[in-house]
């Protein structure tokens, strides 16, 4: 059997797939080696393994991860192979598709319901996913402003988010829970070959454009993207 496709453990009451989006090279800042293994803050594991670690802490649910691998593939396993619940996917083309093909790959391994897609360049506390409880599919926004200008944006009505757009000041954190209706659209939008050179944000507008509902959730916790080696140090002053 593949190792990149190995068995998990039988996921409880409550189940969750975490979805982390790791093939790319990360090109603009890749003098300093590939950055989802760069030390946390604190604990100094890496990146990639620290989000697997909170995010399987998610309050109410028994959680099984999934990391889309490429880019530098074979030492992100050897990181993480210690780790449970955790199963890897291979994004072989990743040098010509966008993050969308590697979430089609990984939700063709996800078979619960909800599903939570996060990129692998953020940094966010333990206490991110603390008391997220409710029923609905959710985008998670940055009230921190600590994603940049040219980042994708979110604009929202009462709370629903409407449109996500690169100009709009509000941003998108890269997290977004899908479950039910949305999920199936998310699964629908990624099969469609003229998507998959897109981010995720941008097929997230295409979501809503074909009837999507996510909630929009305003984060407490800061969440810092990692675009440089000067936004990776600011983080480490602060995040716990």
């Avoid at 030492?75 to 291979?90: S, W």
């Avoid at 093909?101 to 391994?109: D, T, Y």
């Avoid at 899908?178 to 003229?194: A, G, I, P």
Wanted: hydrophobic residues 35%.
């Amino acid at each position: 059997m593949n190792r990149f496709t190995r068995p998990i453990k039988p996921i409880a009451k409550n189940p969750l797939t975490v979805i982390i989006l790791a093939a790319g090279d990360g090109r603009r800042i890749n003098t300093y080696g590939p950055r989802q293994l760069w030390p946390y803050p604190h604990t100094k594991v890496p990146i990639i393994e620290q989000q697997i670690v909170i995010s399987q802490e998610f309050t109410n649910y028994s959680v099984e991860t999934i990391v889309v691998v490429g880019y530098s593939k074979e030492k992100i396993y050897e990181k993480l192979t210690h780790l449970n619940n955790v199963r890897f996917v291979e994004n072989n083309n990743w040098e010509n598709t966008g993050p969308v093909e590697s979430l089609r790959l990984g939700l063709l391994a996800a078979k619960n319901n909800p599903v939570l897609v996060m990129y692998n360049d953020i940094i966010f506390s333990k206490s991110l996913f603390n008391d997220v409880h409710d029923d609905k599919s959710t985008v998670f926004v940055d009230q921190h402003n600590l994603f940049g200008a040219e980042e994708i944006g979110v604009k929202s009505q009462n709370g629903r988010v409407v449109s996500l757009r690169y100009d709009w000041p509000t941003k998108w954190t890269g997290i977004t829970l899908c479950r039910d209706k949305e999920l199936s659209l998310l699964r629908k939008h990624c099969n469609e070959l003229t998507n998959r050179r897109k981010n995720v944000g941008e097929l997230l507008n295409d979501l809503i454009d074909d009837g999507a509902n996510f909630t929009e959730r305003v984060t407490k916790d800061k969440i810092y993207e990692i675009d440089s080696y000067k936004e990776y140090t600011n983080a480490m002053k602060v995040i716990i």
